[in-house]
């Protein structure tokens, strides 16, 4: 132990090994723990970690990037505030999830109609091998179809959820989830049938 | 190729976008202290204590060559009328607050825009911008394919060159061809054609912008009331013939006209005098209702006469002029 002038308080010495734990790998559990305790630092990092997949979960069911930035940060927002319920750490990303699909969910039935949609270029013309008119039809059926209807599709066939996970997601009992699922595909392919 | 498996394969195409910094929106709001640097009424008392050490330790020194008086005045007294309540003098102790001269900016080529205070429609364009300068002047459009639509941009935009870009009613850089944009507007009905002077490259179909919505994925939130005032009733400023002088500086933030407290940092929303508007340019300024500047962007001015209040600030005038 030094000595003399240059002793650092016990607290310093807390508070640097505090910031390197945090610093350096924390598992999810602990990150999750840590923010519960109220670390903002804690929280910061699953912000840092998971918003990503967040925003694109959001992007993927409301096709509106200003939509998905306000979704995404409102799901965090509201993770925060009832982290303290969240019992099991390591549930985190299911229990994140389901934020954020009743979060984009919400976002889409308080926001303004979209009277116009113009597919984006650049992502469609990004691959050569499927026709872009059939990619637009395809965005132009998807946009059509409820945001509900856009949420079970998204679950499914975006992040690969299968239906158990889809129907935790989505707060549904599975007969329920199953049963979406079936006519939300029903009513794309109505819609893809309806494009002009 | 299965409806599902297009699905997947338009859907995994979202992960090409950017995705925009959210904890910057997302932090303010957790109702905790975030470590910043900021000055807060804490760190300001600290400083003026350790000021007041300082001089008075100099002050004491017989072989110092600064008499004491040579630290007290405040800049932003200076003009203060005999009587009249001043700010803390910790606020106005940054020497350099006086004014801080605009830097020159370059000049801003106009575009095509609607009149000031046109409602804006709510129908969304996506797509990619592009640019050009056809004989001398600038033209925008949004492209999707093959399809190209001329934009008019809201009032107070503007565009500079070298190279092109769209520029905001504060004169910062929103966007560039090439980049995806998100537009809040609407288009003119197809057998409406557009005027030639609404159209200057000649495309036939016109989008009229109501704000830009986001630019590459990240939120942008630009639009004409970006440069709208709040001002006051008549018979409403009863109050201001109590204001005392405030250092305040006229900044955007979060996408509207704001003022920051020089005492604190802090930004918040203001209310102005009746007839009082903002002019877009290199710097945005605030103009009185007889035409003469009053404010001008990026510029501190400590003798601004206004009451600070939680939720913002009024203003009411400039040294000792109050207006009505």
Redesign the interface.
């Known amino acids: 132990m030094s000595t003399g002038p240059y002793t650092e308080s016990p607290n310093a010495g807390n508070e640097w090994a505090r910031i390197v734990r945090l610093d350096t790998q924390m598992n999810e559990e602990t990150l999750v723990a840590e923010a519960r305790a109220?670390s903002?630092e804690a929280?910061?990092r699953l912000?840092?970690r998971d918003?990503?997949v967040?925003?694109?979960l959001c992007?993927?069911i409301l096709r509106?990037?200003?939509d998905a930035?306000d979704a995404?940060?409102a799901t965090?927002?509201k993770a925060?505030r009832q982290l303290p319920s969240l019992r099991d750490v390591s549930a985190w990303s299911d229990w994140l999830r389901r934020i954020a699909v009743r979060t984009a969910i919400d976002t889409a039935r308080h926001n303004?109609?979209?009277?116009?949609?113009?597919?984006?270029?650049?992502?469609?013309q990004?691959?050569p091998s499927?026709a872009?008119a059939?990619?637009?039809e395809?965005?132009a059926a998807?946009v059509r179809l409820s945001t509900d209807d856009r949420a079970v599709?998204?679950l499914r066939?975006?992040l690969?959820l299968e239906l158990p996970q889809v129907a935790a997601a989505l707060g549904v009992p599975l007969g329920t989830a199953k049963s979406r699922l079936h006519r939300a595909?029903q009513r794309?392919?109505i819609a893809?049938e309806a494009v002009p | 190729m299965s409806v599902e498996d297009e699905l997947r394969e338009l859907l995994s195409r979202d992960d090409d976008y950017t995705v925009p910094d959210l904890r910057a929106g997302i932090l303010p709001q957790l109702g905790s202290q975030t470590p910043r640097w900021r000055l807060t009424p804490s760190a300001v008392v600290a400083g003026v204590a350790l000021a007041l050490v300082l001089v008075l330790g100099r002050a004491m020194l017989p072989t110092t060559n600064n008499p004491p008086a040579a630290t007290a005045p405040a800049v932003g007294n200076a003009t203060a009328s005999p009587g009249m309540a001043t700010e803390a003098p910790a606020s106005a102790a940054p020497s350099a607050s006086a004014s801080i001269e605009p830097s020159a900016a370059p000049s801003v080529l106009p575009v095509v825009t609607t009149p000031p205070g046109s409602l804006g429609m709510d129908a969304l364009a996506t797509g990619t911008l592009g640019g050009a300068r056809p004989g001398g002047g600038v033209c925008f459009w949004i492209e999707q394919g093959t399809t190209r639509m001329a934009l008019v941009w809201p009032y107070g935009f503007g565009a500079l060159d070298d190279p092109l870009r769209l520029v905001g009613p504060d004169g910062q850089d929103l966007a560039r061809p090439g980049d995806h944009v998100e537009l809040g507007g609407g288009a003119l009905p197809g057998e409406i054609p557009p005027r030639p002077e609404d159209d200057p490259c000649g495309l036939g179909k016109v989008f009229i912008v109501s704000g830009v919505a986001t630019v590459n994925g990240a939120r942008s939130d630009v639009g004409e009331g970006s440069l709208r005032l709040v001002t006051r009733e008549p018979g409403t400023s009863a109050f201001c013939s109590s204001t005392v002088q405030v250092g305040l500086m006229l900044v955007m933030s979060e996408s509207s006209l704001r003022v920051q407290l020089l005492s604190s940092g802090d930004i918040r929303t203001a209310t102005w005098p009746l007839g009082f508007t903002a002019h877009p340019g290199g710097r945005t300024t605030i103009v009185d209702g007889s035409g003469k500047v009053v404010m001008t962007q990026g510029v501190e001015d400590p003798t601004v006469r206004a009451r600070v209040t939680a939720s913002g600030v009024d203003v009411c005038g400039f040294r000792d002029a109050i207006y009505p």
């Not at chain 1, 303004?112 to 469609?124: E, F, K, Q, T």
């Open positions: 109220g903002v929280f910061s912000i840092d918003g990503a967040c925003y694109r992007f993927a509106s990037h200003a930035q995404a940060q965090f927002v925060w303004r109609p979209r009277m116009v949609w113009l597919a984006d270029s650049d992502a469609a990004a691959d499927v872009l059939d990619r637009m395809l965005e998807f599709l998204t066939f975006y690969d595909l794309l392919r893809l």
